[in-house]
């Protein structure tokens, strides 16, 4: 019973992205395709093909396609005859991983770190899980396809022909009109393209000086003061809590209208910018001091855990926005270049002769070729139209074939040789039979022990695609374009320390699930045998 639940969870799957393009819904994660769908023209077709499928006026074909491959996979999991065996050598190698520790604990970090990504916008997203308007209407913003205006919520003007801005309507619970209940994500900032309002602290006064955040020592540097509606009044220069230097002042429409000299706490000079008078000026209602953490904002300013980047994003959701790209592009990227490797190794090593010889001088010249050169100047000529994760993850895997495919071909001219393989050429199998049947079921070693190095390459490829701009449009999470924004600005630590630290362990688990695997693939022991 155990082994037909991951053949109906991918059933599940498939009809629950399948409803969810119909409807209108957006499951995490299993509407993936689809999205990628429509942020790619090339990835869907006019509705005319087939007007049943079609949502938006397109028909998103390749989320289709990856619906119809979940079912059928899993149908075929579900209905296949007899129970699924794997070598005796493969079992044990399953056992001998499992008393390694290292490599036990960091598979477990790493497939808790693919639920966290598969949970998608419920953790991380500006769009509210649940709104309930002032008149007790419902709604599900982040999980809807299509965007609710602000007029849905009761806001007028150009806020009530955009889309609603959540985090605002979220801090109007209470307020006369607002809203009876949101609730936001973790995180409440998308992953990309999201530019956050500057972190804002309000600071104390005790007797005449102005205090810092801590309410105990003097505070130093630039505080503001603001209007009722939130743009900058005054901007005060203070030194151990009293003015000091110069003040400036801002009217609503941006222009400079007032600066004064103080020191030692006493106005010394005073000049005029503006249409309106000094006392006019000053006499205009404000808040009291707060110190604004201008982008790029450090760590715990704000809601931002890791503090933002120079765009203004939220950098926790930039790395929750990159570990999913990484997951997704793992996900296609793999079976692709594993079902090229596999097909074109077994039948190098099988047949052997002409075809072998071939095949090997065609890889020997594609393997000269430097991998990241050619994708860059093949995504340098790509339109932007058709640059995304899909066509970066086709160059990629055009190329990255050639490894697997020389190490299936060993393994398979080894496996060529035993004698189960003569038996039964000799009982009449045909050669698709003992490839599938008898060889295939005994290379499973072999693309265990590569799948985690394969993973870490794809990492490792992104990464450096980004960080030298040729990889995703800036609408995808990035790890190496923050590691690039960091670098830029190494005054911001934060920045580069946060990609560096995210891609570190991302790297180091799957090294150490790699090399555990190897370990227990390769026993150099004789008592591993046992």
């Given at each position: 019973?155990?082994?037909?639940?991951?053949?109906?969870?991918?059933?599940?799957?498939?009809?629950?992205?399948?409803?969810?393009?119909?409807?209108?819904?957006?499951?995490?994660?299993?509407?993936?395709?689809?999205?990628?769908?429509?942020?790619?023209?090339?990835?869907?077709?006019?509705?005319?093909?087939?007007?049943?499928?079609?949502?938006?006026?397109?028909?998103?074909?390749?989320?289709?396609?990856?619906?119809?491959?979940?079912?059928?996979?899993?149908?075929?999991?579900?209905?296949?005859?007899?129970?699924?065996?794997?070598?005796?050598?493969?079992?044990?190698?399953?056992?001998?991983?499992?008393?390694?520790?290292?490599?036990?604990?960091?598979?477990?970090?790493?497939?808790?770190?693919?639920?966290?990504?598969?949970?998608?916008?419920?953790?991380?997203?500006?769009?509210?899980?649940?709104?309930?308007?002032?008149?007790?209407?419902?709604?599900?913003?982040?999980?809807?396809?299509?965007?609710?205006?602000?007029?849905?919520?009761?806001?007028?003007?150009?806020?009530?022909?955009?889309e609603t801005d959540y985090r605002q309507l979220h801090a109007n619970l209470g307020k006369p009109g607002?809203?009876?209940?949101?609730?936001?994500?973790?995180?409440?900032?998308?992953?990309?393209?999201?530019?956050?309002?500057?972190?804002?602290?309000?600071?104390?006064?005790?007797?005449?000086?102005?205090?810092?955040?801590?309410?105990?020592?003097?505070?130093?540097?630039?505080?503001?003061?603001?209007?009722?509606?939130?743009?900058?009044?005054?901007?005060?220069?203070?030194?151990?809590?009293?003015?000091?230097?110069?003040?400036?002042?801002?009217?609503?429409?941006?222009?400079?209208?007032?600066?004064?000299?103080?020191?030692?706490?006493?106005?010394?000079?005073?000049?005029?910018?503006?249409?309106?008078?000094?006392?006019?000026?000053?006499?205009?209602?404000?808040?009291?001091?707060?110190?604004?953490?201008?982008?790029?904002?450090?760590?715990?300013?704000?809601?931002?855990?890791?503090?933002?980047?120079?765009?203004?994003?939220?950098?926790?959701?930039?790395?929750?926005?990159?570990?999913?790209?990484?997951?997704?592009?793992?996900?296609?990227?793999?079976?692709?270049?594993?079902?090229?490797?596999?097909?074109?190794?077994?039948?190098?090593?099988y047949w052997g002769g002409l075809f072998d010889i071939v095949t090997q001088r065609i890889i020997e010249i594609l393997?000269?070729?430097?991998?990241?050169?050619?994708?860059?100047?093949?995504?340098?000529?790509?339109?932007?139209?058709?640059?995304?994760?899909?066509?970066?993850?086709?160059?990629?895997?055009?190329?990255?074939?050639?490894?697997?495919?020389?190490?299936?071909?060993?393994?398979?001219?080894?496996?060529?040789?035993?004698?189960?393989?003569?038996?039964?050429?000799?009982?009449?199998?045909?050669?698709?039979?003992?490839?599938?049947?008898?060889?295939?079921?005994?290379?499973?070693?072999?693309?265990?022990?590569?799948?985690?190095?394969?993973?870490?390459?794809?990492?490792?490829?992104?990464?450096?695609?980004?960080?030298?701009?040729?990889?995703?449009?800036?609408?995808?999470?990035?790890?190496?374009?923050?590691?690039?924004?960091?670098?830029?600005?190494?005054?911001?630590?934060?920045?580069?320390?946060?990609?560096?630290?995210?891609?570190?362990?991302?790297?180091?688990?799957?090294?150490?699930?790699?090399?555990?695997?190897?370990?227990?693939?390769?026993?150099?022991?004789?008592?591993?045998?046992?």
């Amino acid at each position: 019973m155990k082994e037909k639940i991951p053949a109906c969870l991918l059933i599940l799957a498939a009809v629950l992205g399948s409803l969810g393009e119909l409807h209108g819904w957006l499951i995490p994660t299993i509407s993936w395709p689809f999205t990628a769908a429509r942020e790619m023209h090339w990835l869907s077709c006019p509705a005319e093909f087939c007007p049943a499928l079609a949502a938006d006026g397109r028909v998103q074909w390749f989320g289709w396609l990856t619906m119809l491959l979940l079912a059928f996979v899993g149908g075929f999991l579900l209905f296949r005859r007899g129970k699924f065996h794997l070598p005796p050598q493969t079992r044990r190698a399953l056992t001998r991983f499992r008393s390694n520790k290292l490599g036990v604990f960091s598979l477990g970090m790493l497939m808790a770190l693919l639920a966290l990504a598969a949970a998608d916008q419920t953790l991380v997203g500006k769009r509210a899980l649940i709104a309930v308007t002032s008149q007790g209407d419902w709604y599900f913003p982040a999980f809807r396809r299509h965007i609710l205006p602000g007029s849905v919520f009761g806001l007028s003007g150009n806020a009530g022909l955009a889309e609603t801005d959540y985090r605002q309507l979220h801090a109007n619970l209470g307020k006369p009109g607002g809203p009876q209940f949101v609730l936001m994500p973790p995180i409440p900032y998308d992953s990309a393209g999201d530019t956050s309002s500057f972190p804002m602290e309000p600071l104390p006064a005790k007797d005449g000086r102005l205090l810092a955040a801590d309410a105990a020592t003097p505070y130093d540097g630039l505080a503001c003061r603001l209007y009722p509606n939130g743009d900058v009044h005054l901007r005060i220069r203070y030194r151990n809590g009293v003015p000091d230097g110069m003040t400036q002042g801002w009217a609503p429409d941006r222009r400079e209208v007032y600066s004064a000299t103080w020191e030692h706490g006493k106005l010394i000079r005073e000049s005029y910018r503006g249409t309106d008078s000094i006392p006019h000026f000053l006499q205009q209602s404000s808040t009291k001091h707060f110190l604004i953490h201008y982008h790029p904002a450090p760590p715990l300013s704000g809601n931002h855990l890791l503090g933002t980047d120079s765009r203004g994003q939220d950098i926790a959701a930039v790395l929750f926005g990159g570990l999913q790209v990484n997951v997704k592009a793992a996900i296609f990227y793999l079976p692709m270049v594993y079902g090229i490797g596999l097909c074109v190794g077994m039948l190098m090593g099988y047949w052997g002769g002409l075809f072998d010889i071939v095949t090997q001088r065609i890889i020997e010249i594609l393997s000269q070729l430097p991998f990241l050169f050619v994708i860059m100047a093949i995504t340098d000529m790509v339109p932007q139209s058709m640059r995304g994760l899909p066509t970066t993850l086709l160059l990629m895997g055009l190329l990255g074939w050639m490894p697997v495919t020389y190490l299936i071909r060993t393994g398979t001219m080894r496996e060529k040789a035993r004698d189960y393989v003569s038996a039964a050429r000799a009982m009449g199998a045909n050669t698709l039979h003992i490839v599938l049947r008898h060889i295939l079921p005994n290379l499973t070693g072999i693309v265990i022990t590569l799948i985690p190095f394969s993973f870490a390459f794809v990492v490792l490829s992104l990464t450096s695609l980004d960080y030298l701009g040729f990889g995703l449009p800036d609408t995808c999470a990035s790890w190496g374009r923050l590691l690039n924004d960091g670098l830029a600005r190494l005054s911001c630590p934060w920045i580069a320390s946060s990609a560096v630290g995210a891609l570190v362990v991302m790297l180091l688990l799957i090294t150490f699930i790699g090399e555990s695997v190897r370990e227990a693939t390769t026993p150099r022991r004789p008592d591993h045998y046992e």
